[in-house]
């Protein structure tokens, strides 16, 4: 990987709807190598898959909770059994398993703080192995 490469990642991370001729110019090459240079980059698994940027406001999801969640570590059947129901959780938008503590940190997406002490906190302290549940309310989202 060279600055190029760097370069290509980082227009791609700020728009990944750019077109190639664009790209090109943006990063100084002409459109053939940048492209063979995006493709090489897919191919090794650098570049992962595209996505689109969804507004949650937008479609009644504006309230994001981020949740620091700690299982009880009976065994790893505990842990699986637990990641196998977060994820069946509607609202949940990531799912992060730490080292230390706390062991798994979530964010949550729903329209409002009622909608989430009405329907998420019940759900969630009603998972396996859940020892404690602790929110903090997004004031607002600074980067990312």
């Known amino acids: 990987m060279d ?5 290509i990642i980082a227009e791609l991370e700020n728009d990944a709807r750019i077109s190639n001729l664009e790209l090109s110019r943006r990063v100084g090459l002409t459109p053939a190598p940048c492209l063979r240079r ?14 689109a940027n969804i507004n949650p406001k ?9 949740v620091a969640i700690d299982v009880e570590m009976n065994n790893e059947h505990s842990l699986d059994e637990f990641e196998t129901a977060v994820n069946t959780v509607e609202g949940v938008t990531e799912i992060r398993r730490l080292y230390g503590q706390p062991d798994y940190f979530l964010r ?9 002490d009405r329907d998420l906190i019940p ?3 009603a998972l396996p192995a859940v020892r404690r ?9 600074v980067k990312g």
């Open 133 to 141: 549940v602790t929110s903090h309310m997004t004031m607002r989202r």
């Open 108 to 116: 949550i997406q729903v329209a409002d703080a009622e909608a989430y």
């Open 123 to 125: 759900k969630l302290t």
């Open 58 to 66: 937008a479609y009644g999801r504006g309230f994001e909770v981020t």
């Open 3 to 7: 600055d190029l490469d760097r370069a």
């Open 38 to 51: 995006v493709q090489r980059l897919e191919a090794e698994g650098i570049i992962a898959g595209y996505k």
